[in-house]
């Protein structure tokens, strides 16, 4: 069965610092990897996805993530967060037929 | 940017009530989803269409939703007889197929009182 795990609820952090958001997924066979990100009373927004390729896939407003199969994990990265990074960040995973399963979430809260 | 386009926003409604909201998925794309967000962010895949077709649906959406995705008019989803466990986010979301990137709509807030 598809599920992905989000370890950190929440995670706290300095404005400028680095960032990483863990994420791991359990799949039969390889599958589509996404980052979305969710802003108070917004819907969801893509930040970046992975088909195949490049294991390391960049997405927009500096986030980066690699894709590890050897360890079925999708970390999302970035090296200086903003204060405007601050919301709800969604690992999910899907295939072919679209049907998305999402992980639990991680608070990001950047603090000034 | 996403221009999936949900209806209403916001939505309050008394248990036992109808609680209807709509969604008009991005232009050219066939494939449409419904996902419920709860408070704690976990998300239930409702039902999901292409072009007017069901794909996939849940129990519980079979037996106490409707949902539809008629030609050349807004999809849309109802809950029959709300309860207060149906207060979440619903999220709409479109894609082009179905190996393709999905794009979701801001949500429809329901509250149930």
């Known amino acids: 069965a598809q599920s992905v795990t989000q370890p950190d609820a929440r995670v706290t952090v300095s404005e400028g610092a680095s960032l990483q958001l863990r994420c791991k997924y359990s799949?039969?066979?390889?599958?589509?990897l996404f980052w979305y990100v969710q802003y108070p009373r917004q819907g969801l927004q893509l930040l970046l996805k992975y088909y195949s390729g490049d294991p390391v896939v960049q997405g927009v407003n500096g986030f980066e993530a690699e894709f590890i199969k050897s360890n079925s994990s999708f970390h999302l990265r970035k090296a200086s967060v903003h204060w405007s990074d601050s919301a709800v960040y969604f690992c999910?995973?899907?295939?072919?037929?679209?049907?998305?399963?999402f992980g639990d979430g991680t608070q990001l809260v950047v603090k000034p | 940017n996403s221009k999936v386009i949900q209806t209403p926003r916001y939505l309050v409604k008394g248990q036992g009530q109808k609680a209807k909201m709509r969604c008009i998925p991005e232009k050219g794309h066939p494939v449409v989803f419904w996902y419920q967000q709860n408070k704690n962010n976990e998300f239930k895949f409702l039902i999901n269409?292409?072009?007017?077709?069901?794909?996939?649906q849940i129990d519980m959406t079979e037996k106490r939703f409707s949902a539809e995705c008629p030609s050349n008019s807004p999809c849309s989803l109802e809950i029959q007889s709300s309860e207060a466990g149906d207060s979440a986010l619903y999220l709409c979301a479109s894609s082009l197929n179905r190996n393709t990137e999905v794009f979701f709509g801001k949500g429809t807030r329901l509250t149930v009182v």
């Open positions: 999910a995973v899907s295939r072919s037929n679209n049907r998305i399963f």
């Open positions: 269409f292409q072009n007017q077709e069901v794909l996939q």
């Open positions: 799949y039969s066979g390889t599958p589509y």
